[in-house]
């Protein structure tokens, strides 16, 4: 029986054992492989030269080594190249071995983490199956209740959230803010601009560089209501900024919103500011901080619509959804979400009564629904325009609301007698993207093809712009009218004094 070597298969002329292994080796290729790596190339073990064992053959006498001109040189040399050959595959063959065994784990690992991820998705599907169903059934009893106190069945989402300390929270501002609009009575503050002087505003300042260049266009707009220099925009950019007037420079970019933001509204009495996204989301951002404070997801789709109640504590909105939402600012939690079942429609726009007792929603069939907010029913319903609501706005008297819809028209309706008093037609296809009336109450402002500023009772224009190169998405009266600002699709902030 002849001796093979391990690493070439061969008979050896040289044969040696090793005691790591128990294998036979050409003694010079084992001894070249252990120059290399040190180690048995059976199985990794340390090994030396020195450990080797010759195993004693009879061997015909070798010739003394010819010069390298010669056959038997050129025959060495192609000897030791096959060595190397033979060397380079069993490293190969040992590697191939290796890297099937690592697949091997690796597959199995994946296999098995995919059970795991099967197994929890399972169990997470089960669990929102139960919570689904607790909801089902408390939905049900609460619309039972409601319709049972002769209240129109609304669908509310989850648990109600309002507690009486908050109902008499809003039920004592309401009383206090009567209160002070009856004191004020029907006089028109001394220091209002007066419509003459308002009729000769002109355009005095234009800033372009609030928003990204390369997303153009400024969604929405809101003054502060304690320092009126302070102007809050919302970009196409998913930014938000705060601009101050009198110093003309941006004060803070608000970064977080991950689609465009397309409502703001800046806190009466703190430096806070809030946003609304189609991310479906509502953030609260200090402006002293330049940070998220808190994230609202009151809805399952584009938030349309955000009011701030008189208060400072709570937020309405409003969502593509179907569902207005009254949240909770220092939480972020929703206290209560409502939609009108009956109806099932997208809600594009929602706003306050200055009592912040009721408001105002526009939906995507022209409707334009008022709501109890203590009761959380619709109360009364405006039909009358024939496209979507965009805008809406309630006077600081109490008594009049203001409505926009894609039909280029704007509507009075008076609260008292719950019916449309006037119809302002206005061009073919101008598009109204915002309403506002002033602190006063004595002018109108509409903002869309361009900005139109109507003088409240008489109903008549006293001043046109068409400043903007692109639509005009949010119109604002500076404190006692001094003042007009509006932001657009060119990216511009501009404002219109004497």
Known sequence: MSLVCAISNEVPEHPCVSPVSNQVFERRLIEKYIAENGTDPMNGQPLSEEQLIDIKVSHPIRPKAPSSTSIPAI??????????????????????????????????????????IARLTKEVTAAR?????????????????????????MEISEQVGMTPEIIQKLQDKATVLTTERKKRGKTVPEELV?????????????????????VPGILALDLCPSDTNKVLTGGADKNVVVFDKSEEQIVATLKGHT?????????????????ASPDSTIRVWSVTGGNCVQVVRAHEAAVTGLSLHATGDYLLS??????????????????????????????????????????????ADSQIKIWDLKERTNVANFPGHSG??????????????????????????????????????????????????DQSGTYLAVGGTDI???????????????????????VAFGENARFLTSAGMDRSLKFYSL
């Open 452 to 474: 139109r500023v109507y003088i409240c009772k008489q109903w008549s224009e006293v001043l046109n712009f068409s400043d903007h190169t692109g639509l005009v998405t949010g």
């Open 259 to 275: 689609k465009k933001v397309t409502s703001v509204i800046y806190h009466p009495s703190q430096d806070v500011v809030f946003s």
């Open 75 to 116: 025959l060495k040399s192609l000897q030791d190249e096959w060595d190397a050959v033979m060397l380079h595959s069993f490293t190969l063959r040992q590697q191939l071995q290796t890297t099937r065994q690592e697949l091997s784990h690796a597959l199995y690992q994946h296999d098995a983490a995919c059970r795991v």
């Open 318 to 363: 409003s969502s593509e959804d179907q569902y207005w939402a009254f949240s909770d600012v220092q939480t972020g939690r929703v206290l209560t979400k409502v939609t009108d079942e009956s109806a099932g429609v997208a809600l594009t726009c929602a706003q306050f009564h200055p009592d912040g007792l009721i408001f105002g929603t526009g939906t």
């Open 388 to 437: 979507p609501v965009t805008s809406i706005a309630f006077s600081e008297n109490g008594y009049y609301l203001a409505t926009g819809a894609q039909d280029s028209s704007v509507k009075l309706w008076d609260l008292r007698k719950l019916k449309n008093f006037k119809t302002i037609a206005l061009d073919n296809n101008y598009e109204v993207c915002s309403l506002v009336f």
């Open 129 to 153: 199956e139960g919570t689904g169903i607790l909801m089902f059934f408390s939905t049900i009893v609460t619309c039972l209740e409601q319709t049972g106190a002769g209240g129109e069945p």
């Open 194 to 214: 007066r419509a003459e002087d308002l009729s000769k505003y002109r355009q005095v300042a234009s800033h372009a560089g609030l928003h990204s260049a390369s």
